[in-house]
Every structure is written in structure tokens, then in C-alpha cells.
């Protein structure tokens, strides 16, 4: 007869069953049973005649090798016999010396047919089963056997009656199965004798049904507490969320696998509620700030801190990032955010401002898995700004210079011509190559779009390649990347390249080890964009510049500068912003090597000893070139050349020990308890050498000029260390009633001897009242869990690595008659000194309505800060005017809502992550006066922290409009030189005048709330993803208007400036003052003239893929098959005037939210491919 695992309803077949090994010689077996195994292993099937192999034999041990055809020519050429491949899953077996004229007339054509392209458990094999069996058939007609029956059936929700399409059905134990289709049905052939089918499908509860001697089988899937099952990652362990009494929001990166992010920072933004990301910058290679629950620190770092498999990184970071900048997305598996005092005070003194855990991707046992993933793009600026052209800004720019003529000169009119006027007072400029340029004839002017000129559409790369799999005692995942990504802003751009290898073994029964090894290498090209022109500012430069000037000179490849604002014309001389980036090299490089090594030991009675050793160690360096082909002000090339360059290095190692006991009393008791030790040591140094006047541009290094003298070069380095003890305990009764309490111990080189040692505890509770029983097995509420939790957690994130001791700097003295070298006290000490303290309380609810369907997660929290490091005033016989203490308070408390439903189910299926978080920042306490704290951003004072306002408020004049004529003028307090036209200050304290005292808050940059909507949709091998983002009720202080809109006349303007006032019969729109040359009536003061509006709403991304079907690739050896396409930052709707509402230079507790012309953000186009082996 004819056998075949596979070859339903054929009277002419039977199943060859696998027997047991012979009795006698063991290292012989029986060739069926080899074939056996060989089906197994491979995962393919034999067709052939049971006389054929009857009484046949193998010689054992196999042939080492992978190539299976290998193997099952050695197991057959010994018995005569050979096999033909059908496709690569069928291959028939027959005699040798029968073979060619058997199997060549009938398996040819298969190998032609369409039939040979399916897989199995499909009709078209059935009729390739048949067609095999009529090939073998022909010659030798065989007894009939019935051995098979078809069995059929639907597959439905529970939740809406539904049919589910592509739910797996297997018969149990074998391979045999399908999928259903788009109505839920299925049909395939089973043994007579039956067997169990398994029924299975993602979000769903799988089901197991004896099959008896149905020939029908219905089922209803229910669907499965998966998110309660899912396994939080939490401070040196791991927890079911079932039984998490903290706050923590977690993510998984395939939901976000697709989006074009260079950081997977970017692909947080908007997913996680109480996480506050902004993307300051659009700058390549720069990193996202991360937030979580508000500011809490004054002169301390209120970023989190990142742990990265098991090992913390530190606070700082030698370029930006946080650590994230330089890790490949596609290596992260998870990330978990913990955000309450119970989640992250087992991380002590670095806990205060949250924990971000990311855990990469570990290798799975199994058949090696290859994947390639390649996306493709190209980035564009989300907005142009509106500014004047050449004949708008020709007649605004006369405008103001006359009416500065008419106040400055007396008898003026404006209809002097311009030949009679004080040359300080014209409004023509014929010198040099602007000898044609007439504001008389504003239409003979050109105008040049200076943005069109320092922007472009840039392209963006990735490629990625994964390998994971291995066997039962080790796994493995190995993979590489390179990411190649130009900037919006010519001439920037990154080049990145990563590699991860992550290896897990089980040495012995009670020993595993492993170790995770990251190394990167980067290559940033950098741009200055932000900052006064002055100071090469790109941005400003771009904005600032008047349309009409030409970038070279007429006629030449020779950069102009604002030459013709030059003396005796008053007008500052605007650099030239494609100068700025042409002429100017500004490379940082940085080297990184992660990794870490760890060792399991199971002990006696259940105890798990885990320690880990881990490294973090970088090298970056920067050089900087400036030629002498760049402009300076008024200055025509070549100008001075400069350079220099900086070598950054740290070190940061790891060490832990724990122990971990976890015991389960019958159903109602289980307990873990977790007890360890931690040091942690960081190594900084940072070089710098400086020089100028090269002989030429050709060779760049510093060597080739003349080092500065005071700065011929400088040194710098620190260390700090840490150590510390902690421990865990968490109990559960009956899955009802959850405790889970920590503590930690640190001591910190960093603090006073007196105050060296902290501790930091924590508690929390949790009540699973749906594990009651008048509520168990409810039919709406599945879940509902109560929770609460306090504790203490710190932050020593400080810029100084010895704020408590009492530093010498160098200071000289005269010895004799000639100056000596020597050391002075230069900061008073203070043995007292010690961290920030975090006390924090939370009070949460989840609940899960129709089996989880919808589930809810509300936060309500507390948290005070105390303890903060300020610079109080001592007095001034110790030599000193201030030094630091702890005496400092500021609160965070705020609400996070966070609702997931699946909202259709079925052939076409709906997902909706929404979360919803705001949080209100107040200072109790500043020091023992409570004077305010005034900063400041390069223009003076323009922020103010103050008891009773949140961190960093904006602080100067508050504008009510603009005067409109002499009697408003007259009738309210203003300046001294004020004029009609120029802008109305409010008269804050009410003393009948106008000045630095009634400065006052202006805005702040903290939002009111933030949203996120995640929508997900899918259908018949098609998925589409929106993520929606939001911030309401921040202002930004768009510091870069007070170049492009101050109304001067001399530098450019946005259209804004069309809307001036120009008298009292055209009064423009009430806040716009007059144009004029020389400024009057303080009119560019900080005020709420530059502060916005920064709320916004923007569709952060959009995905739409396609799973290619896995019947149409197969043929081709490929598993998977993904194409898929996206749009990053697709729209952004805000009021706010500049490129970017996330805008935050200066980025700081107490200078937050300034745009000093801030590198804009990218919408991005990307296509791309995943193609899995």
C-alpha cells in the first residue's frame, strides 16, 4: 500500500503510524520510523508504497548535517531505494531501479501545476495528494483502505456572534490544520479515530474540543485577559500586570515597528499617559527630553533614568539622549516606564524623576529565524515662514527710516529727498554692488527665499538585519543596522551604524549564563541653527536677512556680507546664513560600547542568585572648522579662520547581586522576596584645544595654526560612585489581595559626609475586587482592581559631581617681584548636603468591562519634592556671596487616564489606545526669604520662578496693544520716548508709570494636558495605524521674532508686519506697533509680544501595511513578506508662528520653552520592506 501523513480521503491509502524501535541491534531502527522523525524535524511529508519500505533498516547515528536531502539520501541509498522532491514539502519515495520509469511522466507536470503552490491543509493539496497517489498508482493497483473523514465547522466571537477569520485549527498533536476563512468556517480531513482539535487566535482564550465522531464542530472563542497576563517589567524583576499595585505604562515595539524613527524615543511620543516627550529639535542624531509627571528639580536633571537590560546608565549624557540616541529601535523588544514612588524607589536616589526600562530582543529556541527590514524616505520642513518680499520690505523699511527722519531731525519732512538727508537717515544705499538697489523703485528689486536656499528635501535610510533562534540550551539574536539620515538643513545629517548580539545558555541544569554586547559608531554633521546671527545662527540669519541681497557677489562664487549695512548707515551687518553652512565643518563622532554579562544559579529550596556585571563606555569627538571665506558682520572675506577640537570620554560600570525566592502555597499564597547589592562608578574627561589664524583652508587640523594662547589647551575630569543594598517583598492572596513593599540604601560619593547615606522606601496595596465573589465571572465587569501606593525616591542628577566639598581653583600671587602660580578656595563646602527627595503618592483604578473589551486605568497622584540645591546668600565675611544648600520645595500633582477598546473584531478589526494626562506644577518653598529666582536666556531676564507658580515661569511686560493716537498716548503710563504707534505696557502695580517693576508672568511652558489617540485598523492581510498627539495651554517666548519682527527696518519681517500700525486712521490690527528705525516707547523689551500660544494638535503618524500571503511566497523559500508605507508628522495644527509648537531651547527647569531659532522638524515619506526567512 501507499502511506502518507498528509493524503485524506483516498480509499486506495492508510496512515503509516510510527512504531517504536526494533528490539535488537540499537543502533539500528527501522527506516519508517526514521522517516518519522525526519517529517517531524524538517516539517514535510513522504508518499510511498509500505511494501517498499518493509523490512528495511537504518544505521544510526545520522549524518551531522542541516541539508535534509542529505540526510534522506543516506537513510534510503542504502536500501535501494530514492526519493523525488515534489515541492518542498511533498517528496515520494520508490525503488531505485524503478524510479525513472514510475514517478517522471506524472511528477513533472505536477512540479509545472499551480497545485504544487499550496500549502498544506488547503483543497489544491488534497488534489496534489490525489494526483501523487495516481502517479504511484498506475502501475500497481492497491486494496482499498478508508482511514479519514472531513470535519467542518464555524468559529465565532463570544462578544458579538461574529465568524473570525484566520483562526488556527489543528488537530492536536500532529500538523494537521487550517485556518478559517472570512466567515469563521473551516473544513480539512482528520483520522477515523479522531483526536482533540486546538483552536487558537490572538486576543482570544484557545480552546481545546474531542472530536469524537462529529463530523461538526462549532466553537465560540471568549476573549483572553492577555493584557492582564502580560508580563511588567519592574525594578529588578519582572511582575504579571495582574498583580501590579505601582503605576507603570508599557509599550511593545511592534506597535510601533513601522514608524520611521531614528530614535524610538520619537515613537513614544503620544502612546504612554503622564509622559510629557518633546522633540525640541529636529536636529539629526538629537534626542527627544523625556518628562514623566512634571519638573521636580530646580539645579538637578529632571529626565529620567534609563535602564537598559538590567543596567542603568548614567544620568548625563556626552552628546544628548538620555543613552536612547545611539540604541537601534529595531533591537528593542519593550519598554516600560515606571512613574510612581512604589515602582521606581528600588532605584533610590536616581528614581525621583521616573525610570525608563527598555529590554532588547533575546534569541527564542527553534528554527533560525533571518529577517531583513529596509525602509526608505525622504524629509521636508512642515512649514515655511511668511515673510516679506522684496517690495513689501522696500517700502516697510522706507517707512520706518522716515519715521525715525521725522523724530530725529527737526523740520524733517517726509518728502526730502533722500540725497538731502543726514546719511544716518537714508533709506537708499548706493554703495558697492547695491548701487541699484532703489527703495524709490520697490519694483525693480529681486527677492531671493533665503529658506529655499538653507533647506532641502533630504533622504533618509535604513537597513536592518536580525538572526535569532537556537536550541533548547542556547539562544541566540544577532543583529546589525545602518541608518543613513540627511537633514532638513543642508549639509547636516547622520550616519549610524549598530550591532547587537545578545546570547542566553543554559550551562548546566542550575547554571545559566548570558551577555548582551552593543557596539555603535556615529558620524553627526552638524549646523548651527539656533542662536543670535551674530553668532553664525543659520536660522535667524535666513529669517533676518532683507530679500535683496544677493548670497555671492555679482559675477563670483565670493559669499557677500551685509557690507552695505555698514557705517554711515546704522544697519547692523546680517551675516550670510548659506555662508554659515558652507563655511563652516562641524563634525561629532562618538564610539559606544554597551553590554553586560550575567550568571543564574538556582540554589537549594527555590532561591534564584542572579549577578550582573555591565559596561557602558564612549568616546566622542568634535572638530570644528570655520574658513576664512565666511562673512563676519560687516566684514568682507577672508576673515580670521578658527578651530578646535574636543575629545569627550566616560566610562560608566555596573555590578548587582541578587536573590530571589519566589514560593506558591496551594491557591492562596504566593510571595516573592528579592534582596541585593549595586555599586555603579562613572569616569568623565573631557579635552579641548583651540587655534586660529591657519595659513590656509587646505589642512584643518589645529596643528596648522596658532594656538590661542590663554586656551593652548584644557583638561577636565571627575568621578562619582555609588553603592547600595535593597530588597522586594510581594504577596498575593488568592489573586485578590496584593502587598508589595521595597526599600533601598545608597551611599553616594557626590554628598557631605554627614548626609552620605539615604534611604528610600515604599509601599503599595492593591484590591482585585473582581476576584470577589459578587463580582467573579460577571458578565460586564471583567476586572477591577483598586490600588494605592507611597514612597520616597531621590535625584542626583547634579551638574556638579562635588557640591558639597569646597573646591580650589587656580589664583596668582606675587612672590617677590614676579607673579607666582597658586590655589584659592573657590566654593564654601557643606558636610550636610544631600539629594533631592521625591515623596510621592498615588491612588489608581483599573477596570476591564466585557472580557477586557474596554479597559480603563485612572492615576490620580501626588508628589513633593524637598530638599532642593539652591544658591542662597551667606555673608560676605566668608568670603563668598552665596553657596549651596537643601532647603528648596516644589509639587507636582495631576491626573492620567488611559483607555484601550477593541472596538470591531472580526474579519475587520479596530483598535483605540487613548490617554489623556495633566499635571500642575507648583514652588512652596525658595530658601529662607523666598525671593524669587530670576534667568535668564541670553537677552537678559525673560524667566522667573516664584512661591506659588510653576518652575521657569516667562517673566517681563505685559502688552494691552498699541497706542492708537497722542490722547491714548497721553491718557495712560508709558515710557518716556513713546509714541503714538508704539506698544501699550500695562501699568501692573498700578503706580501711574511704566517700568521694570511691572514686569510680571507672562506664560509658562508646562501644558495644561496632553493627549494621544492610537487608532488601529486591519483587514484581510492590510493594516493601517494613526497616531494623534496633543498638548494644550503651553506658550513658547519666540525669542527669534525679536530679530524678523521688530519692526526696525532693518532686518526682514514676517508678513505679520503688513498688519503695522501706521496712524491713527490705519491703526493695523492693535498689537503690531509702527515701523521705526530707532526703537522707542521699549518697544522689543521681553513681553507677551513673544509669548504663544504653543498648544497643538498634530497627526504624529500614519502606517498603512500588507502581509503578502504566505501562498504566494512560499515558492520562494520566504516566510513573511511585509510592504509598508508612512508619514511621520503628516499634520500639525497649532497657532504658534514659528516651525515647531515642541520647541524648548535652552532646554531647562528654569529656561524652558525658548525658540532661539531652533532646528525645525521633518514630515517624512517613507516606504519600505520586511522580509522574513
Do not use: C
Not at 273 to 298: D, H
Amino acid at each position: 500500500m501507499l502511506a502518507s501523513n498528509t493524503i485524506p480521503r483516498h480509499p486506495h491509502l492508510i496512515q503509516e503510524f510510527p512504531r517504536n524501535a526494533r528490539n535488537g541491534n540499537p543502533t539500528v531502527r527501522s527506516l519508517s520510523d526514521v522517516l518519522r522523525d525526519l517529517e517531524k524535524k524538517y516539517g514535510i511529508k513522504f508518499a510511498f508504497q509500505r511494501k517498499t519500505l518493509r523490512d528495511k533498516t537504518v544505521s544510526l547515528p545520522l549524518p551531522a548535517t542541516a541539508d535534509r536531502e542529505a540526510v534522506l539520501k543516506a537513510v534510503l541509498k542504502p536500501n535501494n531505494l530514492t526519493f523525488r522532491k515534489v515541492d518542498d514539502y511533498y517528496y515520494v519515495i520508490v525503488d531505485a531501479d524503478e524510479a525513472t520509469s514510475r514517478l517522471a511522466p506524472f511528477v513533472a507536470p505536477l512540479e509545472n501545476s499551480q497545485l504544487v503552490q499550496s500549502r498544506p491543509g488547503t483543497i489544491p493539496d488534497e488534489r496534489l495528494d490525489l494526483a501523487v497517489t495516481s502517479a504511484l498508482l498506475m502501475r500497481q493497483p492497491l486494496e482499498i483502505t478508508v482511514q479519514e473523514r472531513r470535519v467542518t465547522g464555524r468559529v465565532t466571537a463570544e462578544e458579538n456572534a461574529d465568524g473570525l477569520p484566520g483562526v488556527s485549527v489543528a488537530l492536536k498533536g500532529t500538523t494537521r490544520g487550517t485556518t478559517t476563512d472570512a466567515s469563521g468556517n473551516f473544513a480539512f480531513s482528520v483520522p477515523n479515530e479522531g483526536g482533540t482539535l486546538v483552536f487558537s487566535f490572538i486576543g482570544y482564550l484557545t480552546q481545546e474540543i474531542p472530536l469524537g465522531s462529529q463530523s461538526t464542530v462549532n466553537v465560540t472563542l471568549k476573549p483572553s485577559d492577555q493584557t492582564l497576563n502580560e508580563v511588567v517589567v519592574v525594578g529588578y524583576g519582572t511582575q504579571q500586570k495582574r498583580d501590579v499595585t505601582g503605576s507603570i505604562a508599557s509599550i511593545s515595539t511592534k506597535n510601533i515597528k513601522d514608524q520611521p524613527v531614528p530614535n524610538i524615543v520619537e515613537g513614544l511620543t503620544g502612546r504612554l499617559p503622564g509622559v510629557l516627550i518633546q522633540q525640541n529639535t529636529g536636529a539629526p542624531g538629537n534626542s527627544p527630553s523625556i518628562k514623566i509627571r512634571g519638573l521636580g528639580s530646580i539645579s538637578a536633571g529632571n529626565g529620567p533614568l534609563v535602564v537598559i537590560d538590567g543596567q542603568p546608565l548614567n544620568s548625563g549624557d556626552l552628546a544628548n539622549g538620555g543613552g536612547l540616541n545611539l540604541l537601534n529601535p529595531n533591537d528593542i523588544d519593550k519598554i516600560d516606564i515606571l512613574k510612581d514612588a512604589s515602582a521606581t524607589a528600588i532605584y533610590g536616589s536616581r528614581g525621583a524623576n521616573g525610570v525608563v526600562v527598555v529590554t532588547t530582543k533575546r534569541g527564542k529556541s527553534g528554527q533560525a529565524r533571518v529577517n531583513f527590514d529596509y525602509y526608505t524616505g525622504v524629509q521636508q520642513i512642515t512649514k515655511k515662514m511668511d515673510m516679506l518680499n522684496s517690495q513689501q520690505f522696500a517700502e516697510f523699511s522706507k517707512e520706518a527710516f522716515n519715521n525715525a527722519y521725522l523724530q530725529r531731525v527737526a523740520g524733517a519732512a517726509i518728502t526730502d529727498p533722500n540725497s538731502a538727508r543726514p546719511a544716518g537717515q537714508r533709506y537708499r544705499y548706493p554703495r558697492g554692488e547695491f548701487a541699484g538697489v532703489n527703495f524709490d523703485d520697490p519694483g525693480s528689486l529681486p527677492t531671493y527665499d533665503y529658506q529655499d536656499m538653507i533647506f532641502q528635501n533630504a533622504p533618509i535610510s535604513s537597513y536592518q538585519l536580525t538572526a535569532s533562534g537556537g536550541s533548547e540550551k542556547v539562544q541566540y539574536m544577532v543583529s546589525g543596522n545602518y541608518l543613513k539620515q540627511d537633514g532638513v538643513v543642508k549639509r547636516s545629517g547622520i550616519d549610524r551604524y549598530t550591532v547587537r548580539t545578545n546570547i542566553d545558555a543554559e550551562i548546566t541544569k542550575y547554571l545559566k549564563m548570558g551577555i548582551s554586547l552593543s557596539p555603535s559608531f556615529s558620524v553627526e554633521d552638524r549646523v548651527n541653527t539656533d542662536g543670535h546671527w551674530a553668532s553664525n545662527g543659520v536660522i535667524n540669519a535666513a529669517l533676518s536677512l532683507p530679500p535683496f541681497v544677493p548670497i555671492y557677489q555679482p559675477g563670483t562664487s565670493v559669499y557677500n556680507s551685509q557690507a552695505f549695512y555698514a557705517a554711515p548707515y546704522d544697519w547692523p551687518g546680517i551675516t550670510n546664513p548659506v555662508a554659515n553652512i558652507f563655511e563652516i565643518d562641524n563634525k561629532l563622532r562618538t564610539t559606544r560600547l554597551l553590554g553586560n554579562a550575567y550568571a543564574e544559579v538556582k540554589l537549594p529550596f527555590g532561591i534564584l542568585y542572579r549577578g550582573t556585571i555591565g559596561g557602558d563606555v564612549r568616546h566622542a569627538r568634535q572638530n570644528y572648522y570655520q574658513t576664512s571665506s565666511l562673512p563676519l558682520n560687516q566684514l568682507l572675506p577672508p576673515t580670521a579662520n578658527s578651530a578646535y577640537a574636543e575629545n569627550l570620554q566616560e566610562l560608566n560600570w555596573v555590578t548587582n547581586h541578587t536573590l530571589n525566592y519566589t514560593r506558591q502555597i496551594g491557591e492562596t499564597h504566593r510571595f516573592e522576596v528579592l534582596v541585593g547589592l549595586e555599586s555603579q562608578k562613572n569616569d568623565f574627561e573631557r579635552s579641548r584645544i583651540d587655534a586660529n589664524n591657519f595659513p590656509n583652508d587646505l589642512v584643518r587640523t589645529v596643528n596648522a595654526g596658532t594656538i590661542i594662547g590663554t586656551q593652548a589647551g584644557r583638561n577636565f575630569r571627575d568621578q562619582w560612585s555609588l553603592a547600595s543594598y535593597f530588597g522586594r517583598v510581594a504577596y498575593s492572596f488568592k489573586d485578590r489581595y496584593l502587598v508589595n513593599a521595597s526599600f533601598r540604601r545608597d551611599g553616594s560619593s557626590r554628598f557631605g559626609m554627614n548626609s552620605r547615606w539615604g534611604t528610600f522606601p515604599s509601599a503599595s496595596v492593591g484590591w482585585r475586587v473582581s476576584e470577589e465573589s459578587f463580582l467573579k465571572n460577571n458578565r460586564v465587569i471583567s476586572e477591577l482592581k483598586l490600588k494605592a501606593s507611597y514612597g520616597i525616591s531621590g535625584n542626583n542628577a547634579f551638574t556638579s559631581n562635588y557640591p558639597s566639598l569646597g573646591l580650589l581653583g587656580p589664583d596668582n600671587y606675587v612672590l617677590g617681584n614676579a607673579l607666582a602660580n597658586g590655589l584659592a578656595v573657590s566654593s564654601i563646602g557643606n558636610d550636610n548636603l544631600t539629594w533631592e527627595k521625591s515623596r510621592q503618592t498615588d491612588i489608581g483604578l483599573e477596570l476591564g468591562v466585557l472580557s477586557n473589551r474596554i479597559f480603563l486605568t485612572v492615576d490620580y497622584y501626588k508628589r513633593i519634592t524637598t530638599d532642593l540645591l539652591l544658591a542662597v546668600q551667606v555673608p560676605t565675611l566668608t568670603g563668598f556671596s552665596s553657596a549651596v544648600r537643601n532647603i528648596g520645595k516644589v509639587e507636582n500633582k495631576g491626573l492620567e487616564v488611559a483607555l484601550n477598546t477593541r472596538n470591531l473584531t472580526g474579519a475587520f478589526s479596530w483598535t483605540t489606545d487613548l490617554n489623556f494626562s495633566f499635571n500642575r506644577n507648583t514652588v512652596l518653598a525658595l530658601g529662607p526669604t523666598g525671593d524669587p529666582i530670576r534667568s535668564g536666556t541670553g537677552v537678559g531676564e525673560s524667566n522667573i520662578t516664584m512661591i506659588g507658580e510653576p518652575l521657569g515661569s516667562f517673566f517681563g511686560y505685559r502688552q494691552i496693544g498699541v497706542f492708537r493716537d497722542r490722547a491714548d498716548l497721553d491718557s495712560y503710563p508709558h515710557f518716556a520716548d513713546s509714541q503714538p504707534g508704539d506698544v501699550k505696557f500695562e501699568d501692573v502695580n498700578g503706580d501711574g508709570k511704566v517700568d521694570a517693576n511691572d514686569r510680571t508672568l507672562i506664560g509658562n511652558n508646562q501644558p495644561d494636558f496632553i493627549y494621544g489617540i492610537t487608532n488601529t485598523f486591519s483587514f484581510k492581510g492590510f493594516d493601517l495605524g494613526i497616531v494623534v498627539q496633543g498638548v494644550q495651554g503651553s506658550t513658547i517666548l519666540n525669542l527669534s521674532r525679536r530679530f524678523y519682527e521688530n519692526l526696525e527696518g532693518n532686518a526682514n519681517s514676517l508678513t505679520t508686519a503688513l498688519n503695522r500700525w501706521r496712524s491713527p486712521e490705519q491703526p493695523g490690527d492693535g498689537t503690531t506697533p509702527r515701523a521705526n528705525t530707532r526703537t522707542t516707547g521699549n518697544n522689543n523689551a521681553i513681553s507677551s509680544r513673544w509669548v504663544e500660544d504653543a498648544s497643538y494638535f498634530r497627526i504624529r503618524n500614519i502606517t498603512l501595511g500588507y502581509n503578502i500571503p504566505k501562498t504566494l511566497i512560499q515558492r520562494v523559500k520566504v516566510q513573511s513578506l511585509r510592504l509598508y508605507g508612512g508619514v511621520q508628522n503628516a499634520l500639525t495644527i497649532s497657532k504658534y508662528l514659528g516651525y515647531n509648537p515642541e520647541v524648548s531651547g535652552y532646554e531647562g527647569p528654569l529656561t524652558g520653552g525658548v525658540d532661539y531659532g531652533s532646528y525645525p522638524l521633518a514630515r517624512t515619506y517613507t516606504i519600505g520592506v520586511n522580509i522574513g526567512l
